[in-house]
């Protein structure tokens, strides 16, 4: 596509329900991060995917955290038992092999009530 | 662990007038820096970067940016500001990946603009 192509745009969940995120980088881009922005918070970085290497994933604040990234392409970010403070846009940005630019996607606006 | 500090939450300016945005890192090597504009509703873009050489980095939309190594500063300007240009704005410091020319962003907490017509 485009560019990096996000899905749902925005998400209302119940606390306590599992939630996936989805993510489709730009076609050719082997670099993938996901970003967490909260309110006032600025952005958080959870993890990133690049190639066949193992994903960096200091970012993700606990285990009921988790993505994948499938065939090298698109990947979901799973959040279990979600609770409020989750409540947050989640961005996903996607470059290159040796590039530094990363072009992010419009983010999935998550709200837990 | 690197950081980024914007200290000016919330700024206004007339249009047409000038722009400074105050950006300051902490990184225990050669930084690399970004500066990224989020409009409302968008994801962010790239404005410009600074990896090394002239400490004057131009960037898109008439942005300009200059990296002071003493300070641990790097300023993002305008001479005239465009209503358009009303949005909020990122600071970032990068932390390279080995062999992927891919960075680890951190970001500051962002600087949101103001444009009065």
């Known amino acids: 596509g485009a560019g990096v192509s996000q899905s749902p745009s925005n998400k209302v969940t119940e606390k306590g329900k599992d939630v996936e995120l989805r993510c489709d980088p730009i076609?050719?881009?082997?670099?993938l991060y996901w970003y967490r922005q909260s309110l006032g918070q600025g952005l958080e970085f959870l993890i990133y995917?690049?190639?066949?290497?193992?994903?960096?994933k200091s970012g993700l604040p606990s285990d009921r955290f988790s993505a994948e990234r499938t065939g090298g392409s698109v990947s979901t970010l799973t959040i279990q038992r979600t609770q409020q403070e989750d409540s947050a846009v989640y961005l996903c940005?996607?470059?290159?092999?040796?590039?530094?630019?990363?072009?992010f996607g419009q983010g999935t606006r998550l709200t837990v009530v | 662990a690197q950081s980024v500090t914007q200290p000016d939450i919330h700024i206004t300016v007339s249009e047409g007038a000038s722009l400074e945005l105050r950006c300051n890192y902490s990184?225990?090597?050669?930084?690399?820096l970004f500066w990224y504009v989020q409009s409302p509703g968008q994801g962010l873009q790239l404005l410009l970067k600074?990896?090394?050489?002239?400490?004057l980095v131009q960037g898109i939309k008439g942005f300009e940016a200059e990296f002071k190594r003493s300070q641990s500063s790097f300023n993002l300007r305008k001479p005239s500001v465009h209503w358009s240009d009303a949005a909020e704005y990122f600071c970032?410091?990068?932390?390279?990946?080995?062999?992927?020319?891919?960075?680890?962003?951190?970001f500051g907490k962002g600087t949101k603009l103001s444009v009065i017509p």
């Open positions: 940005a996607s470059s290159p092999l040796g590039h530094s630019e990363a072009f």
């Open positions: 076609s050719g881009h082997t670099a």
């Open positions: 995917f690049q190639g066949n290497s193992a994903p960096d």
């Open positions: 990184y225990g090597a050669t930084p690399y």
């Open positions: 600074y990896f090394s050489g002239d400490t």
């Open positions: 970032a410091v990068g932390a390279p990946y080995s062999g992927a020319g891919s960075y680890q962003l951190t």
